[in-house]
């Protein structure tokens, strides 16, 4: 399986940014989708998460701010990332895990996609 993510970029503080990650193929372990983070020199972090089923988990650091969301169709989620923050500045990574596994632990996911840096200024 992988993970094809894209988006990201720069933008000034209060800006939007929008991320995508599509999987390449159906399978049990990539039940559930989430977003992480990893600011530079810093462990990677919880950001969001949902099934293909539905369902949307935060943390308190993005929850108002970011949204997760899915297309079915096209074995893509996204996350809308608006009123950015300086600290939300890091590379982003999507993952992939199964239902068994908690969804906010990077230790447990099964596939990464690429990470895609996210820069804001203030």
């Known amino acids: 399986v992988q993970l094809q993510a894209s988006g990201g970029g720069y933008v000034q503080a209060g800006g939007s940014l929008r991320l995508s990650c599509a999987r390449s193929?159906?399978?049990?372990?990539?039940?559930?989708m989430a977003w992480f983070r990893q600011a530079l020199g810093k462990e990677r972090e919880f950001v969001a998460a949902?099934?293909?089923?539905?369902?949307?988990y935060y943390s308190d650091s993005v929850r108002g701010r970011f949204a997760i969301s899915r297309d079915n169709a096209k074995d893509t989620v996204h996350l809308q990332m608006n009123n950015l923050k300086p600290e939300d500045t890091a590379v982003y990574y999507c993952?992939?895990?199964?239902?068994?596994?908690?969804?906010?632990?990077?230790?447990?996911?099964?596939?990464w996609g690429q990470g895609t840096l996210v820069t804001v200024s203030s």
């Open positions: 949902t099934t293909w089923i539905g369902g949307t």
């Open positions: 193929r159906r399978t049990d372990d990539t039940y559930r």
């Open positions: 993952a992939a895990s199964a239902a068994r596994n908690r969804y906010d632990k990077w230790s447990e996911v099964a596939y």
